[in-house]
């Protein structure tokens, strides 16, 4: 109840007073009396103002969300800065797995993350496998943009030597790779198979953490790496290095995707609608990086990458430089779309890596009707003719 409402039910009606009988009391008295009436009426304002903030969070629907350790994601950290998130009534408790992407899965299909971000091809290994997840969101795209300009999540990188100019040059080589599960390691096998040699004899892919791919470089341990972007452009101030193969054409697709939103179906089937708020938070946050880059060459979003990922300043451009692509992926997909093509690429090199028995259909990894209302809900116009 309000200090207004306290006063319509008459609790300080004894303060009117006739002037005589007030002029009878003592100053005692009247002290008194006026510090209880104060202490009445904060009591009131308090406790009014701590029923409203209960109610808030009361209202607010909490989404537990697991994703990798050290991945920057900004379009998910300007949802939660700019509260668009908040305005569609979710807070996000957030799960950080150091241990792989197979591991976020592995939470969600326990229950323990109602979603997660995760690498596709991790997601549709795992969908096969009868684990029961759904794409329904992606962001972090590569694609070759309508000026000709790569968007990489990663690059193919050697020595800059007249020696190394096309794949075939690396037979007998070392080659770095994040993790052998990766999506690139595929990539990779698919290109050198396609090329005529042998992934398992011709070269020599080692596992290596990003973070240490640029040491290994340097001390001659491998003769080429797939690198983060950023990394590879502090790199190359220290050692002549060159971009061998961009990630966008080892994949051979248009656009492809580094980074997708996986639901569990079963929480999702229970709670429809809270996923479809928490997708148009997302595409809130999307327009605003967009609007944020043409306005301010992307200086909210840099800040707030930096906020959390702590780069130092060169780093941070150099992220910005390689992967502040937002709206330009556009021209191929519905903001935060699953491109479907991803599908068969993906299906196709897991056949021929014995990872899949037959092809798996994009309607089996893929669902757009959560999103397709999260578009119905902000007034947006769906696509059909992208995304495919």
């Known amino acids: 109840m309000s200090a207004i409402s306290y006063l319509e039910f008459g609790i300080f009606d004894g303060f009117y007073k006739n002037e005589k009988e007030e002029q009878a009391m003592d100053e005692r008295g009247k002290i008194v009396r006026w510090i209880s009436l104060c202490i009445m009426f904060l009591s009131c304002l308090v406790f009014s103002n701590l029923d409203c903030h209960s109610l808030t969070a009361a209202e607010l629907n909490k989404v537990k969300l697991a994703t990798l350790a050290g991945t920057q994601q900004p379009i998910f950290f300007v949802a939660q800065d700019k509260g668009f998130l908040a305005e569609e009534g979710i807070e996000v408790d957030v799960e950080t797995i150091t241990s792989g992407g197979s591991m976020v899965i592995e939470v969600m299909a326990a229950g323990q993350a109602d979603l997660g971000v995760s690498a596709p091809g991790e997601l549709m290994l795992a969908i096969e496998k009868g684990v029961p997840v759904k794409l329904v969101g992606a962001f972090e795209y590569q ?23 096309k794949l075939e040059d690396l037979r007998g080589k070392k080659i ?69 193969m961009e990630g966008t054409r080892i994949s051979e697709l248009n656009i ?20 479809v708020k928490f997708i148009k938070g997302l595409i809130k946050s999307e327009h605003f990086i967009v609007k944020d880059i043409k306005e301010t060459n992307g200086e909210y979003v840099k800040n707030s990458v930096q906020k959390r990922m702590k780069y130092k300043p060169e780093f941070l451009e150099a992220w910005y430089t390689y992967r502040g692509s937002y709206g330009r992926e556009w021209d191929y997909v519905n903001p935060i779309q699953v491109p479907r093509s991803i599908v068969p690429r993906l299906s196709e090199i897991f056949v021929a890596e ?35």
Do not use: H
């Not at 070269?203 to 080429?224: G, R």
């Not at 980074?259 to 609608?273: T, Y």
């Not at 014995?354 to 947006?380: C, F, H, N, W």
């Open 176 to 244: 770095a790779v994040v993790d052998v599960g990766s999506v690139y390691n595929y990539y990779l096998r698919y290109q050198l198979r396609k090329r005529g040699m042998d992934p398992d004899k011709d070269v020599n892919i080692i596992p290596i953490p990003f973070t240490q791919m640029q040491s290994a470089l340097v001390k001659k341990q491998v003769d080429a790496a797939f690198m983060l972007p950023p990394i590879y452009a502090m790199a190359k101030k220290d050692i002549p290095l060159k971009i061998l």
């Open 354 to 388: 014995r990872l899949l028995k037959q092809p798996i259909t994009s309607e089996k990894v893929i669902d757009d009707s959560y999103i397709k209302k999260a578009y119905s809900e902000l007034g947006m116009k769906w696509d059909d003719t992208k995304g495919r």
């Open 143 to 165: 694609f070759i943009d309508k000026q000709g300009r790569s968007w990489d999540g990663a690059v193919l990188v050697c020595e800059d030597s007249e020696n190394l100019k």
């Open 256 to 275: 492809d995707l580094s980074a997708g939103i996986g639901v569990n179906e079963k929480f999702a089937k229970k709670n429809p609608d809270i996923v």
